[in-house]
């Protein structure tokens, strides 16, 4: 008792962790998150917050990203890749940018959608992103933001 008594821990027995229990939950919420943001995608009308767009503001928006992002057609590879004719590329394609793991592993295209939510938190959206950019939380932003990289063509 003296040598295996702990006051602190009051609790009796041992936490097991199963390591394919634990590989399941994470695939699992892996899942919910997919189809959470299915669902968030068609609970906001895109197509109406698109209807009344603003290039313009979306061009002085897109000044915050030109410190890492190329907006030309050079393609120029910052820290980060370039966006012109983002809108409906793939994901990861730019052969000459070293993508995160997460993003060369995310396959899928860049839609309106898609952009609309990475751009309110890319973290969050794409856990494993390298990209350190905190997100537009404003819906009109977003909407803006992308108008202007569609327009990139």
């Known amino acids: 008792e003296i040598f295996y ?7 009796k027995g041992f936490v097991i962790i199963d390591d394919e229990v634990e590989f399941n939950e994470k695939e699992k919420k892996s899942d919910t998150e997919e189809i959470d943001s299915i669902i968030l995608a068609e609970t906001i009308d895109l197509e109406s917050l698109f209807k009344s ?11 915050q990203c030109q410190a890492c992002h190329d907006f030309s ?3 120029k590879i910052k820290t980060g890749p370039p ?3 983002l809108v409906n590329r793939e994901v990861a394609v730019i052969k000459d940018y070293k993508y ?7 396959n899928k295209n860049w839609t309106r959608s898609e952009l609309f939510l990475f751009l309110e938190n890319p973290k969050e959206y794409i856990p494993g992103t390298k990209m350190i950019y905190k997100g537009l939380k404003k819906e009109s932003d977003r909407v803006n933001l992308i108008s202007f990289l569609e327009s990139l063509k």
């Open 5 to 11: 008594h702990d006051n602190n821990d009051m609790r």
């Open 53 to 63: 767009t603003d290039i313009e503001r979306g061009k002085k928006l897109s000044k």
């Open 73 to 75: 057609t050079n393609l």
């Open 83 to 85: 966006l012109w004719g």
């Open 100 to 106: 995160s793991d997460a993003l060369a592993k995310f």
